[in-house]
């Protein structure tokens, strides 16, 4: 089963502007949440966090919104530049050893 | 710092051979994670080791995969008479703490191919 959801695979979005990727989650017992970045060939670089008391985390230009009651988060990357072009994993964890991943959405830049 | 090396990078495999994985953490890290990733989908959690001891392998197949992390050496994921649906990159991450919370570290993947 599914525990943590990524549609849309795919977004195109011009360079300068704004990046929205959505997750949603269906364990309420995760409790930290996390967006992971991927380049083709290499493994997972982890972008930012958010623990289930916030509902806002930013750090430069990615701000990650956590909607616990929707159960819902959002990553958004503004502004875009082309080496934001890569695969973006939502991942989240109940506190543990282990993260459950979303299946990824392919964002790409356009110069 | 080298970070977390995985080798070989690629691996292919006739159906029934074993497959080795090997997994080196970063310099300090003593928790290893092995995920496994197939086509078109999400990183899956397998299992987590310490040193000398597998914490949590719920992710794991039941057959044919094993585990280890030796006092010495790198971490090791053993894959016994491999079948096409094994084909798949199978990443290495490591971390200081025994949450996942802080983000792992992941390495570059290996990338089993059966043919």
């Known amino acids: 089963d599914q525990q943590v959801k990524q549609n849309s695979p795919s977004l195109s979005v011009q360079e300068g502007r704004i990046s929205i990727l959505n997750c949603d989650y269906t364990n309420s017992m995760f409790d930290y949440f996390l967006w992971y970045k991927k380049y083709p060939a290499e493994g997972p670089t982890f972008l930012i966090s958010?623990?289930?008391?916030?509902d806002k985390n930013e750090d430069g230009r990615f701000t990650v919104f956590l909607n616990k009651s929707a159960k819902h988060l959002s990553l958004h990357i503004v502004p875009s530049q082309p080496g934001d072009s890569a695969v973006y994993f939502c991942?989240?964890?109940?506190?543990?050893?282990?993260?459950?991943f979303g299946k990824g959405n392919q964002v790409v830049v356009i110069p | 710092n080298a970070g977390v090396m995985q080798n070989p990078r690629h691996l292919v495999r006739r159906r029934g051979q074993e497959a080795r994985l090997r997994c080196s953490p970063m310099?300090?890290?003593?928790?290893v994670y092995w995920y496994r990733q197939l086509p078109e989908e999400g990183l899956k959690f397998m299992v987590y080791?310490?040193?000398?001891?597998?914490?949590?392998e719920s992710g794991m197949p039941k057959e044919r995969f094993s585990a280890e992390f030796p006092k010495e050496g790198p971490s090791i994921l053993r894959i016994q008479q491999v079948v096409r649906g094994d084909s798949a990159a199978y990443f290495c991450a490591s971390s200081l703490t025994t949450e996942a919370n802080y983000g792992y570290t992941f390495g570059s993947g290996t990338r089993l191919t059966v043919v």
């Open positions: 991942a989240a964890s109940p506190g543990d050893n282990r993260l459950a």
């Open positions: 310099k300090g890290h003593s928790h």
């Open positions: 958010i623990s289930s008391i916030k």
């Open positions: 080791l310490q040193k000398e001891n597998i914490i949590d």
